[in-house]
């Protein structure tokens, strides 16, 4: 279970701290999606960099299966999202050094939860088997989306984490790369916690909640 | 017009955002103008100095009038010549000791102003503005220049004695005289240099006719002045501190040339954008050359400044290593025009030129659709790299084919030159290539991103890395020549300085009386007069040294090759020994015959080749009593005497109350060793500090190339943190991945500073001095130059590092923050 109480976060600009999230409270239970949805600033973002422990909350806590993130240390951050989660984001951040191959496995194996059948087969679903030693460059921007789901879910993460998974792809790509990725979800058994501007994406989740003036409104599916 | 001044301001802009890069491309173009410009400030100082020194006496000078044989003549032949309608004016030159340790010694010239031409000035003052009466008469006047006069402690208008306490005339400031000479009267030359009614030269106003016979055989005729020889002589120094620093400008280059690449690349968007905007190439063209030139301009003017600096701090020791080497007399204080320092600044714009024109042309035919990327830009890097081993492998040849066929010291350093920069354009792809091999080895996730991404970074980095190669070989190769000459230069000295007392005679007839009074000692157990006489071969300066025979000579005279029996013959008066650098001049080797100037000496075989190091005239070893046989003329110049160590000081003592000889004139060995040892230590003062300032430059370089990449790298390393690698495991692996490829630069460094070592001491040393030093590896050297290597790239990793591992956890959101 994932569960958000009373989170407060503000980031400090020369005018003084702008609160973007003012009391979050949000639960989430394994195995399942909520996407979360907002206009630009209303710090969806902000909430996904939380749970993923990539910035600390100013107030509240996260807890994950009764654990709370908050007051980790850096290594136990670092763990938890090498371990504990994957991550997708809008710009892919594939590590351009390595081969697709490499970027595929490069979680599962820093974790140590490198399955080769799993990772061939989410090769093969997500149309990379003949990609495998192209660079990420080459590919086009639908294909790196495709690595970043692989690598996300190479290690069969507890919680997938995905900040607008594709808001850089069109409508037909978008759709497509969203039914792999919640396809590969249910058999790797994870949760979603999806941000996405867009209410047909959303729609495709089981829950749905709004951020607004820092807060969340539900809206259930 | 308006449309370039905005191109250059949106140009401009970039720099605004890009600190640490602006900051490079000054920092690359003023380091290069600061060493360029420093070293050739100590190579135009000398060189107008020496050319000062050799026009003491300017004027319609068109010949002069020198001894046949010996380095003075009768003061008769003048006064003959004078009666006979010629016009000559005398002049009489020595060397006047003054007191001191250790001693020195100034270029006394006398002259006789009343004889020379009325056209005719000296050290600048025209002889109508001579004070007639003040410098001939009683007690006369002293001309010094400047640093002269720094060099004596004095003032203006004081008299200052001479070692042997004799008085000198007032001294008179002439601020255009050269360093390390005086001018006075020839009478009171005469005086002081104890050569009463003798003259060194005679010079001759208008066109000379043939020399009357009965004076043809004690003089001749010398169309040009003779200067020593010094320009020849110091020219293999000079050329030695050209070459460091045309290194030292090479790696500063290095340093822009990266920034100002790299520059480029990042502005390809805006670039792109200004010519969509409706700006034409040529406009754009002129814009990127303008801002090319700014930054030529402001970092040439801090170039010269700290040129200026460097020069002045370096000044004192190239001026002692001058004076020890070849007794050349520089000032200790730079005295160059404005305008020569102005002349740095197009160094620079040259420079400029040089490390950006590539890229502002690689502008101009930008495919501007082209996105940078840091992948795309490692592959594109192939076949540059095999143009490079292309360029590398033409500059192999060219290093072999100087070392197999040149013979003079421009083709040694064009070897030098061929191959270190071959070395430096093979470095990145050797160092591709072992990082591949490494990558195909590596099973663990980070290790496999450690040396990929090492391998992405290698385009970068890869001419810093060239630059710190070039600056550890260049270490490696002058440490290893210097250590050598060194260990060389110590035993030697040690065989050669193993008499217990040295001693100069005033003259001939006073050295004659020592041997006397010597060998009536009971403590002195062996007294070696020495001989000697100054003449030419072949246009080259030569002392001959006559000795007398006797079994010292063959432990204390090292030879490097020898006929049999060669001291033997020596002592009959049947052969000579030459020293290696005038054997090599004159091509001679053991069995050729030499013959020497004097009338009725024949042809005599070389039997012995020895070392002679630091000497720039040829030496020539023959029997004493053969060579005042032919060279009636030939002086007494020093002894040698061996005794006991514990009756050095009483004898010592003794012998300088006898003869009136002051400290200079009696020396122990172990002062003259330290003496020698000092000259030694000073004549690679310059070198070592050019060398430690080269390989800061590259540390500059790897520094500045470091933190530019750091700043771009962030999005390299914040998926890797993203992903659940620690910001101090990056901090780590970062450090890991500049200490890898710098080890790695080492490892490569070592044995091309080795092979620059041997090509130092075995074509370099002989082209430049004549001789050829034994190669030496001093392994905790190497050691020692390593870790400094290593040590200063993790210098330059620091800052970057440190910033890296102090940034906040949102500034590593950044690459994936869409909204705040």
Same mark, same amino acid.
């Given at each position: ?108 194996? !820093?974790? +140590? ?5 799993? @990772?061939?087969?989410? $090769?093969?679903?997500?149309?990379? %088997?003949? &990609? *495998? =030693?192209?660079?990420?460059?080459? !590919?086009? +921007? ?5 690595? @970043?789901?692989?690598? $996300?879910?190479?290690?069969?993460? %507890?919680? &997938? *984490? =995905? ?59 | ?820």
């Amino acid at each position: 279970m994932l569960a958000i109480e009373n989170l407060h976060k503000s980031f400090p600009t020369p005018q003084g701290p702008l609160p973007v999230l003012q009391g979050v409270d949000l639960r989430l239970a394994r195995g399942s999606s909520l996407a979360l949805m907002g206009e630009s600033g209303s710090g969806k973002s902000t909430l996904l960099h939380l749970v993923a422990g990539l910035d600390r909350a100013d107030s509240g806590r996260i807890l994950i299966d009764d654990v709370a993130l908050d007051g980790r240390s850096e290594a136990s951050l670092a763990q938890w999202r090498r371990e504990g989660i994957g991550l997708v984001f809008q710009q892919y951040n594939l590590i351009s050094s390595l081969d697709v191959g490499l970027n595929l496995t490069f979680q599962a194996r !820093l974790a +140590g939860r490198y399955d080769p059948h799993w @990772a061939a087969y989410l $090769a093969q679903r997500l149309g990379l %088997a003949g &990609l *495998l =030693a192209r660079y990420p460059e080459h !590919l086009s +921007g639908g294909q790196q989306q495709r690595v @970043a789901i692989g690598r $996300a879910l190479a290690g069969r993460p %507890a919680w &997938l *984490l =995905a900040d607008e998974p594709t808001g850089s792809l069109d409508e037909a790509s978008s759709d497509e790369v969203l039914n792999l990725l919640l396809q590969l979800v249910a058999e790797a058994g994870s949760g979603v916690l999806m941000v996405t501007h867009s209410p047909r994406l959303a729609a495709r989740l089981q829950q749905r909640c709004y951020l607004q003036a820092g807060c969340v409104r539900h809206e259930q599916g | 017009m308006r449309l370039l001044s905005l191109a250059l301001m949106a140009l401009l802009s970039h720099w605004r955002r890009h600190r640490v890069q602006c900051l490079s491309i000054f920092t690359g173009l003023w380091l290069a103008t600061a060493l360029w410009t420093g070293v050739q400030a100590l190579n135009s100082q000398a060189r107008s100095d020496y050319a000062r020194a050799s026009a003491v006496l300017a004027g319609p000078l068109q010949a002069q009038l020198l001894p046949r044989t010996g380095e003075r003549f009768d003061q008769g032949l003048y006064v003959q010549l004078r009666r006979l309608g010629w016009a000559v004016s005398p002049v009489l030159e020595g060397r006047l000791r003054l007191p001191g340790e250790p001693a020195h010694s100034v270029r006394l010239i006398g002259i006789e102003p009343l004889s020379l031409s009325p056209a005719s000035s000296i050290a600048g003052v025209q002889l109508q503005a001579f004070d007639l009466q003040a410098f001939i008469g009683t007690p006369g006047q002293a001309w010094v220049g400047p640093d002269t006069l720094r060099q004596l402690s004095a003032n203006p208008a004081q008299r200052a004695r001479d070692s042997e306490g004799q008085l000198l005339p007032p001294l008179v400031l002439q601020p255009a005289l050269a360093p390390g000479v005086m001018v006075v009267d020839i009478g009171h030359a005469q005086a002081l240099l104890h050569a009463s009614g003798q003259l060194s030269r005679l010079l001759l106003a208008g066109a000379p006719g043939p020399l009357p016979a009965d004076i043809a055989p004690f003089l001749e005729l010398q169309t040009q002045q003779d200067d020593g020889g010094l320009q020849r002589l110091t020219d293999s120094f000079h050329l030695n501190l050209t070459a460091l620093g045309l290194l030292a400008f090479i790696v500063g280059l290095f340093i822009a040339h990266a920034a100002i690449g790299l520059a480029l690349e990042q502005r390809r968007g805006l670039i792109r954008n200004l010519r969509a905007s409706g700006i034409s190439l040529k406009t754009l063209l002129y814009a990127l050359l303008l801002e090319l030139g700014l930054f030529a301009v402001l970092g040439g003017l801090a170039g010269v400044a700290s040129g200026y600096a460097l020069a002045a701090w370096l000044l004192p020791d190239v001026a002692a290593s001058l004076r020890g080497l070849y007794g050349a007399q520089v000032a200790g204080t730079l005295s160059l025009p404005a305008w020569w320092w102005l002349l740095g600044v197009l160094v620079s714009v040259f420079g400029a030129l040089l490390a950006g024109l590539g890229s502002v042309m690689r502008a101009a035919r930008l495919p501007l659709l082209a996105l940078a990327q840091p992948q795309a830009w490692r592959l594109a890097q192939g076949p540059w790299l095999r143009r490079q081993a292309l360029i590398a492998g033409l500059l192999l040849l060219l290093a072999l084919g100087c070392g197999v066929f040149g013979a003079s010291l421009p083709s040694a350093f064009a070897m030098l030159a061929g191959l270190l920069l071959a070395a430096a354009l093979l470095l990145p792809g050797m160092l591709d290539r072992v990082l591949a091999w490494l990558a195909r080895r590596c099973q663990r996730p980070l290790a496999q991103w450690f040396v990929a991404d090492s391998r992405q970074q290698l385009p970068a980095l890869s001419l810093a890395l060239m630059a710190l190669l070039l600056a550890l070989a260049a270490s490696v190769g002058v440490g290893s020549m210097t250590e050598g000459f060194r260990k060389t230069f110590v035993g030697w000295l040690g065989q050669r300085l193993s008499a217990d007392l040295y001693v100069t005679p005033r003259d001939t007839a006073q050295g004659l009386q020592i041997v006397e009074w010597l060998e009536q000692q009971p403590a002195a157990s062996v007294v070696l007069p020495g001989w000697r006489v100054d003449i030419q071969l072949q246009g080259w300066p030569v002392q001959v040294q006559g000795i007398v025979d006797h079994s010292v000579y063959r432990t204390r005279w090292p030879l490097l090759e020898q006929q049999p029996h060669a001291w033997q013959r020596l002592a009959r008066g049947q052969a000579v020994m030459l020293s290696e650098q005038l054997a090599r001049r004159l091509k001679l080797q053991l069995g050729d015959n030499l013959k020497l100037p004097a009338n009725t000496s024949p042809a005599l075989p070389v039997v012995g080749i020895y070392a002679d190091y630091g000497n720039p005239k040829g030496h020539v070893l023959a029997n004493a009593g053969w060579l005042r046989e032919n060279w009636p003329q030939a002086t007494l110049t020093g002894l040698s005497v061996d005794l006991a160590a514990e009756r050095v000081p009483a004898l010592k003592v003794a012998l300088q109350r006898h003869f009136a000889l002051d400290d200079s004139r009696v020396v122990e060995q172990a002062r003259l060793k330290r003496w020698s040892t000092d000259v030694f230590n000073r004549t690679f003062a310059a070198t070592a500090a050019l060398n430690s300032l080269t390989l800061g430059v590259a540390g500059v370089a790897l520094f500045i190339n470091l933190l530019t990449l750091g700043q771009s790298r962030l999005g390299q390393l914040a998926p890797l943190w993203a992903l659940g690698v620690r910001r101090m495991q990056l901090v780590w692996l970062g450090l890991g991945q500049t200490l890898m490829l710098s080890s790695l630069t080492v490892l490569m460094a070592i044995p091309l500073g080795l092979l620059l070592a041997w090509c130092l001491v075995a074509v370099v040393n002989v082209q430049a001095f004549g001789w050829r030093l034994p190669l030496y590896v001093f392994p905790v050297q190497l050691l020692q130059l390593a870790m400094l290597g290593l040590f200063t790239s993790l210098l330059a990793s620091a800052w970057p590092l440190w910033q890296l591992a102090r940034r906040q956890p949102r500034e590593l959101l950044r690459p994936f923050a869409d909204e705040a």
